[in-house]
């Protein structure tokens, strides 16, 4: 009797460590003022010329997933996109943080699966449609028309390297082309 215990409370303590390592990696909280702290602290150590962060623009969860994905405006007027890990405390640990270029695809691993993420700027309101091509030949289209900074999320196959885009053709609102990749 005395044995089993002893082994409960060891691992009631294992637990409480447990609790409090894993708590120590998720601490960066679900709301604006939390999220701009965090990219502001990661961008002013990278050293790079600083530019605060005006506002969270979305914060967009993958596919039911732990990973999320804040998109923010800088206090210049360009924008950039962060990614988080969420835990089992509903706090977030940062993964990465970037700029924002015209257009990107990222693929994800969640524990829910592998996701395309299309993401990007239409600050003229110029791009109507995108569409993609991807290296196993699906083919894929994004309506962009009413958006400024758009996100498409896409569930991707077993095979995520297959989903890597091979061309990119961008749609003005007269479904006349203005860039093609290829």
């Not at 005395?2 to 390592?21: M, N, P, Q, R």
């Not at 592998?114 to 569409?131: A, P, Q, R, W, Y």
């Not at 030949?137 to 028309?145: F, K, L």
Request: glycine share 6%; with cysteine.
């Amino acid at each position: 009797m005395k044995k089993l215990g002893i082994g409960l409370l060891l691992s009631c303590i294992l637990f409480v460590l447990y609790f409090i390592v894993y708590s120590s990696f998720y601490k960066i909280e679900n709301n604006n003022e939390a999220l701009i702290s965090y990219i502001n602290d990661v961008n002013f150590e990278a050293k790079a010329p600083f530019t605060p962060i005006k506002d969270i623009v979305s914060l967009t969860n993958i596919g039911n997933s732990n990973k999320w994905v804040a998109k923010f405006e800088y206090e210049d007027g360009t924008f950039g996109s962060a990614n988080f890990s969420r835990g089992w405390n509903k706090k977030f640990k940062g993964i990465d943080v970037s700029n924002q270029p015209p257009m990107t695809y990222s693929i994800i691993e969640t524990n829910k699966g592998t996701f395309g993420i299309v993401s990007g700027l239409n600050t003229d309101g110029e791009i109507s449609k995108i569409k993609i091509l991807t290296a196993d030949q699906t083919e894929y289209s994004i309506d962009v028309s009413e958006e400024i900074l758009f996100m498409h999320i896409e569930k991707l196959s077993n095979d995520p390297y297959g989903m890597q885009p091979i061309k990119y053709v961008f749609y003005d609102r007269d479904n006349d082309v203005i860039f093609s990749s290829s």
